[in-house]
């Protein structure tokens, strides 16, 4: 899509990031530091380098006399790197501009440029960390729970383990097949086994203690307990070194077995709410099991205190996952194990989880799940149990089980944030709309300015008509008493726009503008001057008399 002048000058007003890069380049740029540029942008992911325009906010359009014939330049870099570039010139009054946007590199292979994996960093190219580059190696790895041991057996699996496959399997499916089955016919119809050949997702669901030890000792959840986030000792320590199916009940009761239950009361409101959620704690636990890196030789750590629960599990995120897009997309580093999760339902569907932890968290109030100390070795997640707001849970009560099952996680994490007075980002908008329609959340203002509240219902539950009637602000005809009456105290010096945003300090510039709009149609406020030295004064502009003039 060409790049029109509207957007490169909304591009200006940006910072520079991995997918957007200015350069003055005034008299040229050298065709290897460009092809260099390409190689780089292709391995994070594509983005547009442009030419002629300062690279320091605010920017300023200089021009650029580089690469007049963007047409050779497209072929060279295709020769070179077998990458197809776009190119767009536009001639501005300021000067001659030049977007070249380089696409995304192949799916599983980073692009080399004279041998070396470059990637941008500040204003320099420079060679590829190994981490990215294994990264990106293995988007078209196999998956390894699918991966056959060739030492293991049949017999290497525990039958107790595999009957609480079949039996949660068969609550699911209600098939009668599945308990006709026998469990290597069972095994075989869940893909775990091949005959004789035991994939690495059997060992890790059902192994038993000798064959894991043998075979797969990775395999292995460490459960701790300690008294408090600063004691070094720890009160108990369990290590499990078994089937999957048949330590999962345990760990939970391990978990449980301090779980304190918070009680809040307000009138005839009661709510119990213990601190450690057992749905969100059973979707942690899944989730470790299902995306850790087997490869690796460390275990599963589970580490208990009494209002924090961390879950460390070897390996980064998966390809394409991180800690800002988890919520959105889904992608089992073990889809083999999180098959077989799902065959049971334990799982709804492959990669699910972390939204059921978002929104159990969200529910009770609690902080929301924090994986900000994963790196690229591993995952850390932290679920903390200390209730926010009380407030919050009477919300969620009135609110209802019905319309709650109508709310997605994104508009739990909108109501959320709309409780909380937080501010909105623009793809939260739709949800937030959305909660209006269901009469959960009211909007104040248009357009940009526009915000968003709880509905009056909730407010008058809490006790807090009051700060309704703050956060919904005043009315039209009130906004604009208070504009005049400021005009009209300072009619001697005039009233800057400046001073009267402070009047309503709530409202955005346009809305404002808007207000004064009226209230000069009505010849109630005039205006002398333009722009920056505006000054508003009351009552209608006084009429030129141009008798006195000779």
Request: proline content about 5%.
């Amino acid at each position: 899509m060409p790049v029109t002048t509207q957007q490169l000058r909304a591009w200006m007003q940006q910072r520079e990031h991995e997918h957007l890069e200015f350069k003055e380049a005034k008299q040229q740029l050298h065709t290897e530091k460009l092809i260099k540029y390409a190689a780089a942008f292709a391995n994070e992911g594509g983005g547009c380098l442009v030419l002629g325009i300062s690279n320091t906010i605010p920017r300023q359009i200089v021009g650029t006399q580089a690469f007049r014939n963007t047409q050779n330049i497209k072929q060279l870099i295709a020769e070179k790197l077998q990458l197809r570039v776009e190119t767009e010139e536009l001639h501005l009054p300021e000067g001659r501009v030049v977007v070249f946007t380089f696409p995304s590199r192949p799916f599983g292979l980073p692009v080399a440029c004279d041998g070396r994996y470059l990637m941008r960093s500040g204003e320099a190219l420079v060679s590829m960390t190994t981490d990215r580059l294994r990264a990106i190696f293995e988007e078209i790895a196999p998956d390894y729970s699918a991966t056959i041991c060739e030492q293991a057996t049949i017999d290497d699996l525990d039958p107790d383990a595999i009957a609480i496959f079949r039996n949660k399997w068969h609550q699911k499916q209600r098939k009668e097949w599945i308990l006709q089955y026998s469990d290597r016919e069972l095994l075989e119809a869940a893909e775990l086994i091949f005959g004789d050949e035991i994939t690495i997702a059997a060992l890790v669901l059902f192994g038993t203690r000798r064959a894991l030890t043998r075979h797969l000792a990775q395999a292995e959840v460490i459960f701790e307990y300690r008294s408090s986030e600063a004691s070094v000792s720890v009160q108990q320590r369990e290590n499990f070194r078994n089937a999957f199916f048949s330590i999962e009940n345990r760990l939970w009761e391990l978990v449980n077995l301090r779980n304190e239950v918070q009680q809040f009361r307000d009138g005839f409101f009661r709510r119990d709410i213990p601190t450690f959620n057992e749905d969100a704690v059973r979707e942690a636990l899944l989730n470790a099991v299902s995306h850790r890196d087997y490869r690796l030789g460390s275990s599963i750590f589970i580490r208990q205190y009494p209002r924090k629960l961390e879950i460390n599990s070897p390996g980064g995120f998966p390809v394409g996952i991180n800690e800002s897009n988890i919520l959105n997309r889904q992608y089992p580093r073990n889809r083999r194990i999180a098959e077989a999760f799902e065959r049971c339902g334990l799982v709804e569907r492959s990669g699910q989880g972390v939204d059921r932890m978002f929104e159990a968290a969200i529910k009770e109030s609690k902080p929301k799940p924090d994986f900000s100390q994963s790196d690229a070795y591993q995952v850390v997640l932290v679920l903390r149990g200390e209730v926010k707001n009380p407030g919050f849970l009477r919300v969620i009560e009135a609110i209802g089980e019905i319309q709650l099952q109508q709310l997605t996680t994104i508009d739990l994490l909108v109501l959320d944030r709309i409780f909380a007075a937080a501010p909105l980002p623009p793809e939260f908008r739709e949800s937030a709309r959305k909660l209006v329609e269901m009469g959960l959340a009211e909007a104040v203002g248009r357009g940009r300015g526009q915000r968003f509240l709880l509905a009056r219902k909730f407010y008058q539950l809490l006790g807090q008509p009051a700060a309704y009637t703050r956060k919904k602000g005043l009315d039209r005809e009130t906004n604009k008493a208070l504009l005049l009456k400021h005009i009209t105290d300072n009619q001697r010096e005039g009233s800057p726009l400046s001073d009267l945003m402070a009047v309503l300090p709530g409202h955005s510039r346009n809305q404002v503008q808007r207000l004064l709009r009226d209230l000069k149609k009505e010849n109630q406020i005039y205006v002398t001057g333009k722009t920056r030295a505006a000054l508003w004064y009351p009552g209608p502009k006084p009429e030129v008399n141009n008798a006195d003039n000779p």
